[in-house]
């Protein structure tokens, strides 16, 4: 079984900089394409980043490019997502996801992720 756990949201001002972090158990993690998404109040959940399993290639919605990186370290069954210049629009819980092999065009689909997390919040006040 696979679990994850994020941690490292929290209330930070427009501007400012948080990284988030999510812990994954289980000895499949470096073979896994994984995932960051985000639901704010209202709204449908939506994707934010993905990582390829060799870490080769990365995939950002539009809204976060240029702000946020994602990365992970296979040693540590650890994937990051740095999130910098934040908005209050980027207000919502964000979840880490692992998924199974899936094409690019996959990426930032919900339905290729089989397990995710409990979401951290994040607040950006302006």
């Known amino acids: 079984q696979v679990q994850l756990v994020e941690s490292g949201g929290g209330l930070v001002q427009a501007g400012g900089s948080l990284r988030l972090s999510c812990v994954v158990s289980?000895?499949?993690?470096?073979?896994?394409?994984m995932g960051w998404f985000r639901q704010a109040p209202g709204k449908e959940r939506e994707f934010v980043a993905a990582?390829?399993?060799?870490?080769?290639?990365?995939y950002y919605t539009d809204s976060v490019k240029g702000r946020f990186t994602i990365s992970r370290d296979n040693a540590k069954n650890t994937l990051y997502l740095q999130m910098n210049s934040l908005k209050p629009e980027d207000t919502a819980v964000y979840y880490c996801?692992?998924?199974?092999?899936?094409?690019?065009?996959?990426?930032?689909?919900?339905?290729?992720?089989?397990?995710w997390g409990q979401g951290t919040q994040v607040t950006v006040s302006s």
């Open positions: 996801a692992a998924g199974r092999a899936m094409s690019s065009s996959d990426y930032p689909a919900e339905g290729p992720y089989d397990y």
């Open positions: 990582i390829s399993w060799m870490d080769v290639n990365t």
């Open positions: 289980g000895r499949t993690f470096s073979r896994r394409p």
